[in-house]
């Protein structure tokens, strides 16, 4: 079996793999969706964000990669690190649930997304900077279409509204690892790499709270219970999720793909 | 013919650049106009084929009677004079 | 292939008997559109059982690349690179698209893709049998690009010019799409074959030797039992003979293979130095048919994927209708 990669642990390439992380798992939940959507419509449009995800997360990984000091490629990098290695926020891993789940915490994460990406258009590096260009267009449709749809089944049906509320009820507990601040983003934000997840909060409670509205929906309180993604401390979700990406670099040792 | 909770059929018209005409490309099913533009541009401009987008609802296209075909547009058969090359001038000229 | 229609759909019986004069006026004229090598609108007069065999057809071809989707979807959570989740899922995904415009394609002859799926899910209408067969191995999903996608391309280019308007316009534009479908299967192979480990070129070779010969049945029984064939070619429906596509599908892949350093799983292969062309072994049609009828390896497995699906998301569905109807009121009464 092919063994795991070990990475240095620096406040920089933390920050870099939380945001890559975040694409790379999102994509591949999202991707589960490809031949099983609601409509065929639905299903290409899903294919589509899921794409933009994987290209934004073989950005950060390649860039994480050249920062890491040991020449790591996106590959290396996405599929032989141990499960504490990985940074993703908890919520990108759970389950792709049912279709109000997939709505609801696309809908939190790519407005989540757009904001940070907003952001890192001003990074000092100008690399992280160009990805973000190129990144926030993605977003921007991303929560269009999310927004759209939370708007159509938050009104739509008593069934549809009913599984939106729970939805959002099973993201709730998720949400404040988004916006709580640790030495990560004190470094981020002291060096111009980028935003302490902090200053995303207000933005984000705006934007949601008009879509959220619009639908009739509400965020549910929060709650004591914090995840820990991002410190590589996962759900159990996280490692069933691994053992399938990963299992074809694992299992073909010194492979050519 | 469409069943009772089918979502509308509409047609998209795909603009590939700024300059061309909108040109149909073929249909979707969407529940309402911002999902059939979306949905558009999902399935229609995968492959950069689109700068612009117009979708309409199927049922609101009004088209010629495959029927009237002779008597709508044959009659333009004859009118040779209409196009440029029914006109013979002198080479020195011809460039007109 | 993906349009197995002609192939295993039983005998309609001769034409009903034209009722009136207008009708034979008709008939003639269609048939002379057909013969002058015209193209037939959606509006357009046609006979009947035109209308019916183009149906049936198209929608088949519909719920092959639907339910296609599904054996190579398998491995999108397993990608081994981030470059080969991509192009497997854009992939993957161009075969819902092309599914699509092919519904709409058949929707112009005047039944829903409702009343189409309704078909599929209950079993009533056929799709490529192809897509009955497990994908074992990541070597799968090259190899279906390579050789299905192959033989699918060798079948479709002809129908591009098909007397049908709106399917020859969905094949144009599925031909161009599909044209990197095949090529990524085989770079996906090749890149194992050259730079791979002894395992990986086990996993190809193993891939190819369970795919190659249900790919040769993809394209129809032989000639002479495939009875609908005579019709079909009259309407400008189908092109080119079952026979004569499987000998250039076998005939082109045979130097890929080399090129690949597989080796196809017939014994007597050969090439034909008479005939200019590679003789190959003996079909067994009878797994044809058994997987045809419905015993194959999965056919139970994704006809229950697919109902599955269309059962889940019809929550949605009509949620997403219910708000349409809702903001239409909303301004109707503003």
Not at chain 2, 30 to 59: K, L, P
Not at chain 3, 95 to 106: D, N, V
Not at chain 3, 251 to 259: E, G, I, L, R, S
Not at chain 3, 271 to 290: K, L, M, V
């Amino acid at each position: 079996m092919q063994a795991s990669i070990q990475i240095p642990a620096t406040p920089e390439l933390d920050y870099l793999l939380r945001l890559g992380d975040t694409c790379l798992i999102s994509g591949q939940r999202l991707g589960e969706w490809c031949g099983h959507g609601p409509i065929l419509e639905e299903d290409i449009a899903l294919s589509n964000m899921a794409l933009d995800l994987i290209g934004q997360s073989r950005a950060l990984l390649t860039l994480a990669g050249q920062k890491s000091g040991k020449g790591f490629d996106e590959d290396q990098l996405a599929f032989l690190r141990d499960e504490g290695a990985y940074r993703n926020p908890t919520l990108a891993e759970l389950p792709r649930g049912d279709f109000a789940f997939t709505i609801l915490r696309n809908l939190v994460l790519s407005t989540w997304l757009k904001l940070i990406w907003e952001r890192l258009r001003d990074s000092r590096d100008a690399e992280l900077a160009a990805i973000a260009g190129k990144a926030l267009k993605e977003a921007r449709y991303h929560q269009q279409h999310a927004a759209d749809w939370a708007v159509r089944l938050g009104d739509g049906t008593e069934e549809s509204r009913r599984r939106c509320e729970a939805a959002l009820a099973q993201i709730a507990p998720y949400l404040p690892e988004l916006f709580e601040d640790d030495t990560v983003d004190a470094a981020a934000e002291a060096s111009g790499l980028g935003p302490a997840w902090s200053s995303l909060r207000e933005p984000w409670l705006a934007e949601m709270g008009e879509v959220l509205g619009e639908a009739g929906l509400a965020l549910p309180e929060s709650t004591k219970f914090r995840s820990t993604g991002k410190v590589g401390r996962h759900s159990e979700h996280m490692g069933y999720l691994l053992a399938e990406m990963q299992y074809l670099q694992r299992a073909y040792p010194g492979g050519a793909w | 013919m469409s069943t009772e909770n089918e979502w509308p059929l509409w047609e998209v018209f795909v603009r590939t650049k700024a300059g061309l005409d909108h040109k149909h490309c073929g249909s979707l099913h969407a529940a309402d106009a911002r999902m059939a533009v979306q949905m558009a541009r999902d399935v229609y401009t995968r492959r950069q084929e689109g700068s612009s987008v117009w979708v309409v609802r199927s049922d609101q296209i009004v088209a010629s009677d495959p029927g009237d075909k002779d008597m709508l547009f044959d009659p333009a058969e004859d009118k040779v004079y209409r196009h440029p090359t029914f006109y013979k001038l002198p080479d020195s000229v011809d460039q007109m | 292939m993906y349009t197995q229609a002609m192939d295993t759909m039983r005998e309609e019986g001769g034409q009903p008997a034209l009722r009136t004069a207008e009708e034979a006026a008709l008939q003639q004229r269609f048939d002379n559109r057909i013969d002058a090598g015209d193209f037939i609108e959606a509006k357009d007069w046609m006979p009947d059982n035109y209308r019916k065999t183009l149906l049936r057809q198209i929608s088949q071809h519909a719920h092959s690349e639907i339910v296609g989707m599904l054996p190579e979807g398998n491995w999108i959570t397993r990608a081994p690179t981030l470059k080969r989740k991509a192009i497997l899922l854009a992939k993957v995904q161009d075969e819902g698209g092309h599914g699509l415009y092919l519904y709409a394609a058949a929707e112009t002859l005047g039944q829903s893709r409702d009343q189409m799926l309704d078909s599929l899910h209950s079993g009533k209408a056929k799709y490529s049998s192809i897509f009955n067969y497990p994908t074992l191995t990541w070597a799968d999903v090259g190899t279906i690009g390579w050789l299905v996608d192959g033989a699918a391309i060798m079948n479709q280019v002809p129908i591009c010019r098909c007397s049908y308007a709106p399917y020859a316009r969905a094949m144009i534009r599925i031909c161009r799409e599909e044209s990197f479908h095949q090529r990524q299967g085989y770079d996906s192979l090749l890149a194992m074959m050259q730079n791979g480990t002894e395992a990986q070129k086990a996993m190809v070779q193993d891939a190819v030797n369970r795919w190659w010969w249900p790919c040769l049945m993809m394209f129809g029984p032989p000639d002479d039992q495939s009875p609908n064939s005579a019709q079909g070619m009259r309407w400008g429906i189908k092109r080119v003979s079952n026979d004569t596509l499987r000998q250039k599908f076998v005939d082109a892949t045979v130097q890929q293979a080399q090129v690949l350093g597989v080796s196809l799983p017939d014994p007597d292969l050969r090439w034909n130095e008479a005939t200019q062309h590679w003789d190959f072994g003996t079909i067994d049609w009878s797994e044809f048919w058994r997987v045809v009828g419905g015993e194959g390896p999965c056919n139970r497995e994704r006809l229950a994927m697919r109902v599955a699906a269309w059962e889940e998301g019809e929550w949605v569905r009509e949620a997403a209708l219910a708000h349409s109807r809702k903001q239409a009121r909303k301004e109707k009464a503003a």
